[in-house]
């Protein structure tokens, strides 16, 4: 069985706040689920499936279908993957409504990071001491103990590319550029100015190879979407992008043996979604790619085949990101790296600018002509260990 | 540019050990470094664990490794309280890829290729932890 065709994604709202002092974190969720189901034309009474991940607290989505008050939820699913979780949820959703177990599914993330949640960096805390033997995750032991971060995990990544392929500082930092270029048109995105390839390689380093302006930014807020049936879709009166294709893929070191970090799992998930879809990279008009650092961009355009394995750093030279100068238009909101990456998860507001773009929605500025076709793609965990690559394809009807 | 940062160094936490892991670390308190080997497909694999990655067979053991091998990749981290310390992989001679610390080397002394051995640094509370240096 296939999801193609067998559902749309008719909400998407992104959280307008990047700081939020006073909004507690499911009091965020809400509010996307709000916005989102707004968006739609839909009430809460419509939700039949609830998604969500590790964001939202109690008990997968117990304590948050409970706080929205959903009545009506007869499907749910957390399944986490860190910040590729929200890509995994439309495929998931898409799945679930092609079967007939839920028909207006909804997603939320949410979260506070500058205000006592996470911070990056904690992502992999010790575990042990105090004698006791510890029934933890397996690895935590040979690897939490060595001060691995999000930042020189993916440092490592970037080592081994520039080492194997001859990317350059210079190249990674003409993503960071684009996204700039991108961010200076959303008045909400939390950093706005245009950067130069000057400026971001000679921002401080931060994990070698990567410097500050190779990292996105750390923001409060959140999104949701609303995945619906064909039936729900044809009775809103939105624009209606379709579901065609879903690949997922974790990817860790595998025991050891043969470890490549200049790959990621996408060389998996994409051409599953890409298959179930039917279409090819060329046939892409645009593509939110995740943006925790300007090397997963790289990395991930070249799995996803949008260009030859190595060839990333020449590809997105020279604005080969940016919309309306280069080839793939890409993160036109301004992406992780400048606009939002709320509680360190990029992956909803990744499918909620796609969304934006084949709806004709984005900024004038920034909205590809003839948008009909759109990739959202992400990772979640770490590059440098273990992670989970999901990507959605999507198309506009009529 | 002090003793400290001209040669890496960084505190350690208590590592977290499982009763499958026990024998790695006891071994490790007497200095010596220990791979898992799967006696069915004769590969070597990491982090240890009781059943292989490769070809899920029960018959693993132990095996001592003189913990030699070349960096795989590595990145300094900047961004430190204590001072900059290496993350990064080193490649077994035995074959599996191992995270670690690299110590007694400068921030930019560091490269792919270079060979690298174990040792055993001291933690907080916990059993000393194999991290590598130049060999």
């Known amino acids: ?398 | 540019m002090s003793e400290a940062s001209a040669h890496m160094t960084r505190p350690i936490p208590a590592p977290a050990v499982s009763i499958e892991t026990k024998p790695f670390w006891d071994a490790a308190a007497e200095g010596r470094f220990l791979i898992k080997r799967c006696t069915e497909c004769q590969k070597a694999f990491w982090y240890p664990r009781a059943m292989c990655p490769f070809c899920m067979s029960a018959e693993t053991v132990w095996e001592e490794s003189p913990g030699e091998g070349v960096i795989y990749t590595y990145s300094v981290m900047h961004r430190s309280p204590t001072g900059p310390y290496a993350i990064g992989y080193v490649t077994l001679n035995e074959g599996p890829a191992v995270l670690t610390n690299f110590v007694d080397v400068a921030p930019d002394g560091l490269a792919i290729g270079m060979k690298v051995r174990v040792k055993f640094q001291p933690t907080e509370g916990g059993p000393p932890a194999p991290v590598f240096a130049p060999a």
């Open chain 1, 1 to 398: 069985m296939s999801i193609k065709g067998k559902a749309y994604l008719m909400g998407a709202f992104e959280h307008p706040l990047r700081d939020a002092p006073t909004t507690s974190t499911p009091q965020l969720h809400a509010e996307c689920a709000r916005g989102a189901l707004i968006d739609a034309g839909l009430t809460k009474d419509d939700v039949d499936g609830y998604f969500c991940a590790g964001d939202a607290p109690g008990f997968g989505g117990l304590s948050m279908i409970d706080y929205m008050g959903l009545k009506n939820v007869r499907h749910l699913d957390s399944t986490e993957t860190g910040g590729s979780s929200y890509i995994v949820h439309v495929g998931h959703a898409a799945q679930a409504i092609a079967a007939g177990k839920c028909s207006v599914a909804l997603i939320t993330l949410a979260g506070r990071p500058r205000h006592g949640g996470r911070r990056p960096g904690a992502g992999m805390a010790a575990a042990g001491g105090g004698g006791a033997l510890s029934d933890g995750p397996p690895e935590a032991g040979f690897e939490n103990i060595y001060g691995g971060s999000t930042h020189n995990t993916y440092g490592m990544c970037a080592m081994r590319h520039m080492y194997e392929y001859g990317t350059t500082s210079e190249q990674l930092a003409w993503i960071k550029v684009a996204a700039s270029h991108h961010a200076q048109w959303n008045e909400h995105a939390f950093l706005r100015d245009v950067v130069t390839v000057e400026e971001v390689v000679s921002s401080r380093m931060i994990a070698d190879p990567l410097h500050l302006l190779d990292c996105c930014v750390v923001t409060d807020g959140g999104g949701a979407l609303i995945v619906t049936s064909p039936e729900v879709a044809r009775s809103l009166n939105r624009p209606k992008v379709r579901v065609l294709g879903a690949g997922e893929a974790p990817k860790g070191p595998r025991g050891g043996l043969d470890l490549d970090l200049t790959h990621s799992g996408a060389v998996w998930s994409g051409p599953r979604a890409f298959e179930e879809a039917g279409v090819t990279p060329a046939d892409i008009k645009y593509a939110s790619i995740y943006d925790s650092f300007t090397i997963t961009v790289l990395m991930q355009i070249e799995d996803l085949g949008f260009c030859k394995k190595g060839e990333g750093g020449k590809f997105v030279s020279d604005g080969g990101l940016i919309s309306g100068v280069g080839k793939l238009p890409f993160n036109t909101d301004g992406g992780g790296l400048c606009n939002n990456h709320p509680t360190n998860r990029g992956g909803i507001t990744k499918v909620i600018e796609a969304v934006r773009q084949l709806r004709g929605e984005a900024h004038p500025k920034v909205q590809v002509r003839n948008c009909d076709l759109a990739i959202a793609h992400g990772t979640g965990g770490s590059l440098g260990t273990r992670h989970c690559a999901a990507t959605v394809i999507m198309e506009r009807e009529g």
